[in-house]
């Protein structure tokens, strides 16, 4: 059974940072992608970022590009969002995602196994 766990929301001002952890057991991390999504209150949920298996490939959402990294410790089984420059637009619950490839992926049918949700607000 492949488990999923984030960590690390919270409420920041406007500017702000913040630093998302997601930690995965119940399989070969390694050999799998992950990525994050995030789901505004009354809004369908959105592909924020991804990254391949080995962490050599990324993509992001055109929304967060350029303010947020997705990074991945195959060591510790975790993959990291960090997220500068934080907008109120970006208040939303954040998921953690393992997927069923090894490569990036924008489409959440690409990800079987997800987390909880940790809560994000950015208030201006």
């Known amino acids: 059974q492949v488990q999923v766990a984030e960590s690390g929301g919270g409420l920041v001002q406007a500017g702000g940072s913040l630093r998302l952890s997601c930690a995965a057991s119940g399989r070969i991390f390694s050999n799998y992608a992950m990525g994050w999504f995030r789901q505004a209150p009354e809004k369908d949920r959105q592909f924020v970022a991804s990254?391949?298996?080995?962490?050599?490939?990324?993509t992001y959402a055109a929304s967060v590009k350029g303010r947020f990294t997705i990074s991945r410790d195959n060591a510790k089984n975790t993959v990291h969002l960090q997220m500068n420059g934080l907008k109120p637009e970006d208040t939303a619950d954040y998921y953690c995602?393992?997927?069923?490839?090894?490569?990036?992926?924008?489409?959440?049918?690409?990800?079987?196994?997800w987390g909880q949700g940790t809560q994000v607000t950015v208030s201006s």
């Open positions: 995602a393992a997927s069923s490839q090894s490569w990036v992926s924008t489409s959440s049918y690409d990800y079987p196994y």
């Open positions: 990254i391949s298996w080995s962490g050599g490939s990324t």
